[in-house]
């Protein structure tokens, strides 16, 4: 029996000596910002339109504690003369029937770990009559190894924000793990998102 049980522990060691010991590390040299649209049809919840976006921008300040915090910015308008699942560089003047979206995050994130500090969102309007709709949704998360949350909010202005500061989790390159946000509102009787993700 004692040799069966060193012979079980033997084996178990063996296995656990194969794991990579940096296997929740990161393995990439900069985080990857992805902004898109998605627009669906009101009555049965249908993609007619996805696209990525070009103009993101991401600044960076270091706060109280010493750490990095990145906060990146996306703008979306209208998709007008564009291909699905196209790369668009948006022009001043394209917009949702008058309406563009923004969509606000600001993490932090060492290599290894990674927190969403804060997101917010806002719908401007640019030119027109069209009405957006009153009620509006905004959602945003990390989505990480560990320590992984989401939060929603519905909201009724044109603005909205929210400060988590969640814990940290561990991210690993290649598996998904990312942190953003996305707003949601109805505009000509379709429902136009703008997502804002970093993926490590």
């Given amino acids: 029996m004692k040799n069966k049980i060193f012979i079980t522990a033997s084996i178990l060691a063996m296995l656990f000596q194969c794991v990579p010991a940096n296997v929740f590390a990161a393995t990439s040299p900069t985080p990857v910002v992805t902004t898109s649209v998605v627009i669906k049809d ?9 696209y990525q976006l070009d103009t993101a921008n991401t600044k960076e300040v270091v706060d109280k504690n010493g750490d990095i915090i990145y906060t990146t910015t996306a703008t979306a308008g209208d998709s007008t003369n564009l291909n699905k699942f196209s790369r668009a560089s948006q022009v001043g003047s394209k917009t949702f029937h008058g309406w563009k979206g923004t969509v606000n995050i600001s993490y932090s994130e060492s290599g290894e770990t990674a927190n969403l500090k804060s997101a917010s969102a806002k719908w ?4 027109g009559s069209t009405a957006i709709s009153k009620s509006k949704e905004f959602h945003y998360g990390q989505d990480l190894m560990t320590n992984a949350h989401n939060g929603y909010k519905k909201f009724t202005g044109l603005t909205v924000s929210a400060s988590p500061n969640w814990k940290k989790g561990r991210y690993a390159y290649g ?21 804002c993700d970093v993926s490590f």
Avoid: Q, R
């Fill in 42 to 50: 009101e009555n049965n919840d249908k993609v007619l339109e996805e």
């Fill in 124 to 127: 401007t309007h640019v030119s």
């Fill in 175 to 195: 598996v998904g793990n990312k942190v953003g946000a996305n707003v949601c509102a109805k505009i000509s009787g379709k429902y136009v998102y703008v997502f």
